[in-house]
């Protein structure tokens, strides 16, 4: 730990007088911390890879935009970790007061019965997944064309029912947004 | 969005100053600029005041102690606010010292009260004539503490509601201190409903906007 503090101490501050390598390598390795903490610190019923990629993503984010407020003296892990929690925190919050579009999946579901089957059925199909994770894929073929239960792939892929159906509604939003 | 982009973008953004830059220069200025406008606002208020205005108002050792008490808690609910608003720099020495001065300031407001005669001074006090320093008070130091919330938005305070309640606390410890100096005015009830009260409402305000506000 002692090490990593060190290390990745050394690359920040690099990184504030502007060596953009060591940024970068600061933040690849600052990302794979982040992916492993958020992943066991959030509830299974809120987990997926998605998420807390997203949510990785907006750690750095806060890192990036506040990094001239890091005090050197002070060690940096425990600063890192602070912003990840105060984000993980924001983001069950804004989840409870806003739970995400699990209605709209019912909604686009009935739209999309007709049509994605036979887009993803096709040779052509693929193109329509291009832009999608190998889990979205997945998810996507066993409950449009195999006709999986939501609890099915729940089951299979170690996710919630809601967690599925934002999965579905995530990619076919991409899928519409690409060939709209 | 890919995790290797996004890292490209936050890479590429680097030369770019962050938005957290000088932080502490702007929460200072930002206070003291706020300090400076409702100066000039209660002074521009007390020009305009029907009264005739002696100032400086009498003087004695009771004007100077709340006076200080006030400012005291200007100052420290500052230090405090600016303490919470950073990740590590929460230093218990700050908060421990408004805490000290708003009891202070509570306290000797109800001291200073005549028990004997206290429901007629109150009474006297719950009258719309009496209270424009109140209403003052409080409208300044919402519109200071809003422009105080927004500088805190650019640092890093993980417990909003107390970063914001100890904001309006200062800002509204200013112009309560201020039209302390100039308030015509005299009675402690008058000071209790019409000064400290406002400044009361005023940070709870600042604990409930500050927790959906502050946001970062």
């Known amino acids: 730990m002692k090490e990593l503090e060190q290390r990745l101490k050394k690359r920040f501050l690099d990184a504030r007088n502007g060596d953009a390598i060591a940024y970068r390598e600061f933040l690849d390795e600052v990302f794979r911390l982040m992916r492993g903490y958020l992943f066991q610190s959030m509830s299974p019923k809120l ?101 999986h239960s939501l609890q099915e792939i729940a089951d299979q892929f170690h996710m919630s029912i809601s967690a599925v159906k934002v999965t579905i509604h995530r990619s076919l939003k991409q899928i519409r947004k690409k060939w709209s | 969005m890919r995790n290797h982009d996004f890292i490209d973008g936050l890479v590429n953004d680097l030369s770019t100053p962050s938005e957290s830059r000088n932080w502490f220069s702007l929460f200072f200025f930002s206070w003291l600029g706020c300090a400076s406008i409702l100066a000039m606002f209660t002074y521009l208020a007390m020009s305009f005041m029907p009264q005739d205005i002696h100032l400086p108002r009498e003087t004695g050792f009771s004007f100077w102690f709340h006076s200080a008490l006030w400012f005291g808690l200007s100052i420290s609910a500052a230090l405090t606010a600016y303490s919470h608003s950073l990740i590590g720099k929460n230093l218990p020495i700050y908060r421990w010292w408004s805490r000290v001065f708003a009891a202070a300031v509570v306290v000797s407001a109800l001291l200073d009260l005549t028990w004997s005669d206290v429901g007629a001074d109150l009474s006297r006090e719950f009258d719309f004539y009496q209270g424009p320093c109140g209403g003052f008070i409080f409208t300044t130091g919402f519109l200071s503490a809003n422009w105080m919330w927004v500088v805190i938005k650019r640092a890093t305070p993980l417990n909003s509601r107390r970063t914001g309640m100890w904001a309006a606390a200062s800002v509204g410890a200013i112009g309560s201190g201020f039209m302390h100096m100039v308030c015509t005015h005299e009675g402690h009830a008058h000071e209790l409903v019409w000064h400290v009260v406002p400044l009361i409402l005023l940070t709870l305000l600042g604990a409930i906007l500050g927790k959906k506000w502050i946001r970062w």
Do not use: N
């Open chain 1, 47 to 147: 987990r997926s890879m998605e998420r807390v990629e997203d949510l990785a993503q907006e750690v750095l984010l806060s890192i990036h935009r506040k990094r001239d407020l890091y005090d050197d003296s002070k060690p940096l892990l425990p600063w890192i970790y602070a912003v990840a929690r105060h984000r993980l925190i924001d983001s069950i919050r804004a989840e409870s007061r806003q739970p995400e579009c699990v209605e709209w999946v019912e909604k686009f579901d009935a739209l999309a019965v007709t049509e994605i089957p036979q887009l993803l059925g096709e040779d052509d199909g693929r193109e329509f997944l291009k832009g999608l994770t190998d889990q979205q894929q997945q998810i996507l073929r066993l409950s449009k064309i195999e006709e």
